[in-house]
């Protein structure tokens, strides 16, 4: 690693934890989280992986997984000739978008389940109608997100 231990590598390793407690892979979220607060903004492969001490393979599945994800961007830099990388403008609320669609598809599923349940009695059906009740709700308040985000950037 260049150098020594900073609050930003802590952020990038705290960032990993989270990503792994959401059941998925550690190396992933550490560079999600480096690429919030390095300098400058874009890394290469070789300069994240010596940054968060892990291996060049290790970034190369990551940022497949980033990027397949969209999280990621290659940036070019003048002068270079090697791949930098940096998180891609408008991720986050991309990130909304996606949650809503999510909350539309499960509620096309508890439409399903409630179908498959319609001769059945109220507390059989309650568990699914709960469930279309919430992802209802989720869909309609994503769907004002990028609204709000737009109206609260202007001020």
Wanted: glycine residues 8%.
């Amino acid at each position: 690693m260049s150098g020594e231990r900073t609050g930003r590598h802590e952020y990038a390793d705290e960032i990993g934890l989270y990503f792994e407690g959401y059941g998925l892979p550690r190396i992933p979220g550490r560079i999600l989280g480096w690429l919030l607060v390095c300098e400058p903004p874009h890394q290469t492969a070789e300069e994240l992986a010596e940054e968060l001490d892990i291996s060049r393979g290790s970034v190369s599945m990551a940022m497949k997984m980033l990027s397949a994800n969209k999280a990621v961007v290659r940036h070019a830099v003048p002068g270079s000739r090697r791949t930098h990388w940096r998180l891609r403008p408008g991720f986050w609320l991309d990130e909304a978008a996606e949650k809503a669609r999510q909350a539309r598809e499960w509620i096309k599923q508890t439409e399903r389940g409630l179908e498959l349940l319609a001769d059945a009695p109220p507390e059989s059906r309650r568990r699914l109608e709960e469930a279309n009740e919430m992802y209802t709700f989720l869909a309609e308040q994503y769907g004002r997100i990028e609204t709000l985000w737009h109206e609260q950037r202007k001020q």
